[in-house]
Every structure is written in C-alpha cells, then in structure tokens.
C-alpha cells in the first residue's frame, strides 16, 4: 500500500485505540468543553441562529474520517424528490477555490472551484448546490435562486449558526466512535454524549438497524470509464481482476473491501481526504494494470484520464423503517408537486 500518510497515522491510531494517545488527554478535556459551551451559546441564544424558512436536513457526523455522507445524501435526494419535494444542497466546499461566494456548482465545471463532494451531487443528481463556508449564506443564495422545499446540507452539524429541522448523524459501523475522545487525543468532534440529541443516527456498514440506529448499506453497481463514460455492471465486468485500487477518502480501507468483495485483487494507492491530483502525484500508476478509483476521486481526474481508468459507482440502501422515521420528522410535501411526480 503505498500514499500512507499522517492523516492516516492518526486515524489509526484513534480507531485503534493506542496508548500514547493518553498523554493527549489535558487537550483533549478542553476542548470537548469549549465544543458544549459553543453548542450551548447556540442553544441559549446568546449567539445567533438563522433558520431557513424551508425544512433543512444536517447530514453530518461526530468523528473524524470517512462515514459516507456524500451516499447518503444522494440518498435522501432522490426519495425526498419521489415524495414530491423540490431538493437543494448547501455545502462548506472543503478543497474548493471558488472565484466568489457564495458559489453556485456548476455539474460540467472543475472541482477545484466547488470541492470535489458538491461536485459529485451536482452531477450525480442534478440539483442545484451552492457552497460557502458561511452555511447561512450558502442557503439564502439557494433560494434566491431555486425554488426549493427542502435543503439538506452536506456537513455542517457542528456550525450552529445555520437552523436545521433534522440532524442526521453517520458513523462508521465498523469503526464506531473510535476510543470516545474529543481531538486531539480521539476522532471526536464533539463529546458521545451529542448522540443522544440528534434526530436520526445511521451507521454506514450496519447489517440491520438495531432500535433507533439505522443501517446503511453501500451496493456496488458498476463500473464507469473515465475517459468514455461507458458504464459496466459490476456483475458483468469481463476485465482484470488485479487492480491498482486508487483512493483519497476519510475511509479507503472501506473502498478497498468493496472491491475485494466484488473479487479483485488490489494493489492499494491511498491518498489524503480530498487530495488534489496531478500528472505528478499519480504518475506510478502502472500503466499496464486497471485502475480503479472511488466516484470522489474520478471527479477530479478525468482530465487526467488514461484509457485504462475506471471508478466504482455505489448507491446507498436504508430500511423502509428509516424512510417512516425520516418521513415523520418532515411535512407533507406540497400537493402540486406530487401531481407532477405522478
């Protein structure tokens, strides 16, 4: 495996549990602490909320690392929209350098502008998505623009001063909260305790839902050419099975299991979370073995596509029993655009 980095040291070390990591602790109390007190100005209104006069759904988490967000906000876009719901997204648009904020992302421009996640919403599902570090503003841009029912914001569950009508909160099944302690010396953002106020907790790779958890799986099903577009089932790939597996995400040892599931054999690149790509960067990719990098990934690097580059497309699947639990938290979408649905 090569691309092993710090981000990933530390990420292991969390999630594993190392001693060392004690020593951290002092650091680790205060800020926890700081993080309640803020939440807390929120709550109290000492400091100031905007909230948006349209429902809006924070898909968020409590840890550092991959918890597959991005899946499950394409998700909730397309049963929000089978419900009759006009959906926009808002996002930070960590990695993006956009020529003015708020940034509306254009699905056919260049995620150096917008981020490669709201990139990847944009094409992927065809709704408007603006992003501004400035949540609020993100969301006023979106409905200046965009008649929307409904806003679901990729991100954000820690920046209070955005309103929300349902917290949504990922973890990683496997993973789970690590050794449940707040930075440095854990992968917390915040204290477990977060857990119990949020509306619906989900965890990425759960077998089934057990009590007010809900499961996520995430179900390979093709594969897609860089360069063409061409889209294989995954069920029908007749290429190579010893793959060089490409991966710059919070969790790439999930990526790399999906495709062992799938029965490859992968020789593993693994870069930082939203890594920039270049010539340079992926320039030992051999050139005669199939590549294949996560949807995140691809989205950076079609211009720099070679004929041998493909990426795993995955949808996400939830329970009916979360689709009720979700359904009751929001109204009954308006009645015209049902009929338009239908």
């Known amino acids: ?15 594993g549990k190392q001693r060392w990591l004690i020593l951290l602790r002092p650091l680790s109390a205060l800020y ?7 939440r ?12 948006p006069p349209v429902p809006l759904i924070v898909v968020g988490n409590i840890t550092l690392g991959g918890t597959g967000k991005t899946p499950m906000v394409l998700w909730l ?37 917008s981020g490669d996640e709201p990139l990847l919403i944009a094409q992927r599902a065809q709704v408007p998505v603006f992003i501004d570090p400035d949540r609020p503003a ?17 991100d954000g569950l820690q920046h209070y001063a955005l309103g929300r009508s349902v917290e949504l909160v990922m973890l990683d099944a496997q993973r789970s909260l690590g050794n449940g302690r707040c930075l440095p010396e854990g992968p917390l953002r915040e204290p477990p305790q977060r857990l119990d106020t949020v509306d619906l907790v989900v965890h990425n790779g759960a077998a089934a839902d057990q009590g007010s958890c809900y499961a996520m799986q995430l179900r ?21 099975r010893e793959v060089v597996a490409v991966a710059g995400i919070g969790n790439p040892q999930r990526f790399f299991r999906t495709l062992q599931n799938c029965g490859f054999s992968c020789d593993q690149r693994v870069f930082a979370d939203h890594a920039t790509y270049s010539n340079e960067s992926l320039g030992d990719l051999p050139p005669e073995k199939t590549v294949i990098m996560t949807e995140k990934d691809a989205v950076k690097c079609h ?28 109204p009954t979408a308006p009645a015209q655009h049902k009929l338009l649905q239908e």
Do not use: C
């Open 40 to 51: 807390q100005q929120y709550l109290s209104g000492r400091r100031s909320q905007w909230q």
């Open 1 to 15: 495996m090569k691309g092993f980095s710090l981000e990933q040291a530390l990420l292991r070390a969390w999630y």
């Open 220 to 240: 390979p099903t093709a594969l897609i050419h860089l360069v063409s577009g061409t889209r294989v089932p995954i069920d029908l790939w007749q290429g190579a």
């Open 77 to 113: 876009i397309a049963f929000l929209r089978n419900q009759g719901f006009r959906v926009g997204v808002i996002s930070r648009g960590y990695g993006g350098q956009p020529p003015q904020l708020p940034w509306r992302v254009d699905p056919a421009g260049d995620a150096t502008h």
């Open 303 to 330: 211009a720099l596509a070679q004929d041998n580059w493909w990426y795993l497309s995955v949808d996400a699947e939830l329970s009916d029993a979360f689709a009720s639990a979700l359904s009751a938290l929001l």
């Open 138 to 154: 993100a969301a006023r841009a979106l409905l200046a623009q965009e008649q929307v029912d409904v806003i679901i914001s990729d």
């Open 32 to 38: 926890a602490s700081l993080a309640k007190r803020r």
